[in-house]
């Protein structure tokens, strides 16, 4: 199990999934002020932008990576059975590529939410979003999956090409 790289690359996804759910995925500045956070489970606002406090908040960006984190455990715990931890990879690579999408549409929804807010108080500047190191990770998790899905058809041709030899 240990052995094979795609079990490496499955283990970082996992690592990774983890450390993006619990880290801070972007930022809104205005005048080098941050004025809102946004995480995988809430969006916070302060100071006039307090107005937008979301109780609801981006929930499904945290249960799209839980699921992602499941997924990917249940693949390293089926690595004798090559087609089915294919499938549960391919599932993951599916669910971090809608967590992408959405990422992107809440983003531009909370932009848009909060340049509504500036230009209602015309003397302020308009808010900045920034990226933060917790968003990349998907985007990496994304690529390690394919290098896991490649790693694991190799390991199932490696065997059906033993079997033909017998």
Same mark, same amino acid.
Request: aromatic share 12%; net charge positive.
């Given at each position: 199990?240990?052995? @094979?790289?795609?079990?490496?690359?499955?283990?970082?996804?996992?690592?990774f999934?983890?450390?993006?759910l619990?880290s801070t995925?972007?930022?809104? *500045?205005?005048?080098?002020t941050?004025?809102s956070?946004?995480s995988?489970?809430t969006?916070?606002?302060?100071g006039q &932008?307090?107005?937008?406090d979301s109780?609801?908040?981006?929930?499904?960006?945290?249960v799209?990576?839980?699921?992602v984190m499941?997924?990917?455990?249940?693949s390293?715990?089926? &690595?004798?059975?090559?087609m089915?931890? $294919?499938?549960?990879?391919i599932i993951s *690579?599916i669910?971090?590529?809608g !967590?992408v999408a959405?990422?992107?549409?809440?983003? !531009? !929804? !909370?932009? $848009?939410?909060?340049?509504?807010?500036?230009?209602?108080?015309?003397?302020?500047?308009?808010?900045? &979003?920034h990226i933060?190191?917790?968003?990349?990770?998907?985007v990496?998790?994304?690529?390690?999956?394919?290098?896991?899905?490649?790693? /694991?058809r190799k390991?199932e041709?490696?065997?059906?090409?033993?079997? @033909? /030899?017998?």
């Amino acid at each position: 199990m240990i052995q @094979r790289i795609q079990t490496l690359w499955l283990a970082l996804v996992l690592i990774f999934s983890f450390v993006g759910l619990i880290s801070t995925i972007g930022e809104w *500045t205005v005048a080098e002020t941050v004025v809102s956070h946004f995480s995988n489970f809430t969006f916070g606002a302060e100071g006039q &932008f307090k107005a937008l406090d979301s109780t609801s908040g981006p929930w499904c960006l945290g249960v799209l990576l839980i699921m992602v984190m499941f997924l990917t455990i249940m693949s390293i715990m089926l &690595f004798r059975k090559r087609m089915r931890q $294919l499938r549960l990879t391919i599932i993951s *690579t599916i669910l971090l590529v809608g !967590y992408v999408a959405a990422y992107a549409v809440f983003a !531009y !929804y !909370y932009q $848009l939410n909060l340049e509504q807010l500036v230009s209602a108080d015309a003397e302020s500047m308009a808010p900045i &979003f920034h990226i933060r190191f917790g968003a990349i990770l998907p985007v990496l998790s994304i690529i390690l999956n394919c290098l896991a899905i490649q790693g /694991i058809r190799k390991d199932e041709a490696l065997v059906r090409s033993l079997d @033909r /030899i017998r």
